[in-house]
């Protein structure tokens, strides 16, 4: 299958060619872990596992790499104020950010590195571009030249005159341009590692560039590196930067950005008081209703969070349970045995679909599909032939699109005393005895039947 994606570094639709036949190579970067993370965190996750599980699905063996930074000054600062060690403080905002993602319906990555695992390959990364002449020391720290790279902002497509005369990059007496970014920090305070030249720690640019570099091979070139748009300047910028310098490459042929999350149509911002932990949003209305909001809008587009767009995810999550719902139990009151293996689908509905992520990953496209499958699963589910083949091809499609979707809906198995309940449910509906079928109803809706 063709897969088209829209390039950040070209801003155009490309065909996706990885560089390994079959294989595709993918790093997104992840959280630094000094907090529980908000909701707009949980946006990145959702949609490179959503993409992920796509490309595994149409036949790609995928290497999906997702970081830890667990050196940072926020770290540290949250570490001194809580009398706690920087490991404490970021092991446990680990543990937090994987139970959330887990909870939001997001498999684990293949591998998650952190930032203090790769120390030393951080040092010799930052010795070979100094080596270059890419990057210098002054009075311990070190800093990547920009103008070392002739193409610089061209993620960005930022021009480097007008960051300088607006005074948009930190001042500093140690640089030598006030657009060069730290690669290493003099520091004595928090957690220190010796260098060729100083005690101190790495700067947050070179991190990711070294790890791509130290789990992928081919030079540390790889398929599609991704985040939220927020990175695209400077972390992402400064990353291609040291490729560059590095490699000769621009670390990833493809580059793919989110958007960002409004909340009741503005920004999130900590000064506007309007930022929500993912945890609590998990908490207050269920992670499978929180990705629905989050896949109800193309990833290169705000999200809106508000009453409204809660209360419609949940309504669309409710009609997809009961056809769930009502596709498994029929099937099973007819003595068809549910399967996770060696299964058909209706390859119709599928191929749309699939053909809808292939575009640039259109995910309320393809929620349309699901939902045209559902109305047609609703038909036949009504008709009084009740074609059994069609409801088993209805139910497996479902099925696999739940799962590229990432949404954990849940289908009842039942025993024979389930059946019989069923059948006797059915049978008082047939016979109008509504009150027999009301008191029945209600004992399979206890037991998420119906």
Not at 46 to 71: A, C, H, M, P, Q
Not at 83 to 108: L, P, R, V, Y
Not at 132 to 140: C, E, L, N, P
């Amino acid at each position: 299958m063709e897969v088209k994606l829209y390039n950040s570094l070209t801003r155009k639709i490309e065909v996706f060619k990885p560089i390994k036949d079959g294989q595709v190579s993918m790093y997104v970067c992840g959280p630094t872990v000094y907090d529980y993370p908000h909701i707009g965190n949980m946006r990145p996750v959702v949609v490179f596992d959503t993409l992920r599980r796509f490309f595994e699905y149409i036949g790609y063996k995928v290497t999906y790499v997702s970081n830890f930074t667990d050196i940072d000054d926020k770290i540290i600062n949250r570490a001194l104020k809580e009398n706690k060690s920087e490991k404490e403080i970021s092991s446990f905002f680990i543990d937090e950010f994987k139970k959330e993602i887990h909870d939001i319906g997001s498999k684990d990555p293949d591998i998650t590195p952190k930032v203090s695992e790769y120390i030393p390959q951080i040092i010799n990364y930052i010795d070979a571009l100094v080596k270059k002449g890419a990057a210098y020391d002054f009075d311990g720290d070190v800093y990547f030249k920009v103008n070392y790279n002739q193409d610089y902002g061209i993620l960005s497509n930022i021009d480097i005159d007008d960051l300088i005369s607006g005074a948009r990059v930190e001042a500093s007496t140690k640089k030598e341009n006030p657009l060069d970014f730290a690669l290493w920090k003099s520091t004595d305070q928090g957690i220190q590692f010796d260098s060729p030249w100083s005690k101190g720690r790495p700067g947050w640019h070179t991190e990711c560039c070294v790890m791509i570099d130290s789990i992928f091979p081919n030079n540390g070139l790889i398929d599609i590196h991704g985040g939220g748009y927020d990175l695209k300047f400077p972390h992402h910028e400064n990353e291609i930067a040291q490729a560059e310098a590095m490699h000769g490459h621009h670390l990833a042929n493809y580059w793919m950005h989110n958007n960002f999350i409004n909340i009741n149509n503005e920004k999130m911002s900590k000064s506007l008081g309007n930022v929500f932990l993912a945890k609590d949003l998990i908490n207050q209305y269920g992670g499978t209703t929180v990705r629905m909001v989050l896949l109800n809008a193309p990833y290169r587009q705000p999200i809106n969070f508000t009453e409204q767009t809660i209360n419609a995810a949940k309504t669309e999550l409710n009609k997809i349970r009961n056809v769930y719902k009502q596709l498994a139990s029929t099937l099973q009151i007819n003595y068809v045995k549910l399967n996770n293996t060696g299964y058909k689908i209706d390859n119709n509905y599928m191929d749309k679909f699939l053909f809808a992520l292939s575009q640039d990953l259109n995910i309320p496209n393809a929620l349309s599909v699901l939902f045209d499958l559902m109305k047609k699963a609703n038909v036949t589910l009504r008709d009084s032939s009740l074609n059994i083949n069609q409801l088993q091809l209805y139910f497996y499609t479902m099925k696999d699109m739940l799962n590229i979707l990432g949404l954990n809906i849940e289908y009842p198995i039942l025993d024979s005393d389930d059946i019989v309940l069923y059948l006797n449910y059915l049978a008082a509906k047939e016979e109008r005895n509504f009150a027999l079928s009301d008191c029945i109803r209600n004992k399979l809706s206890e037991k998420g039947i119906l």
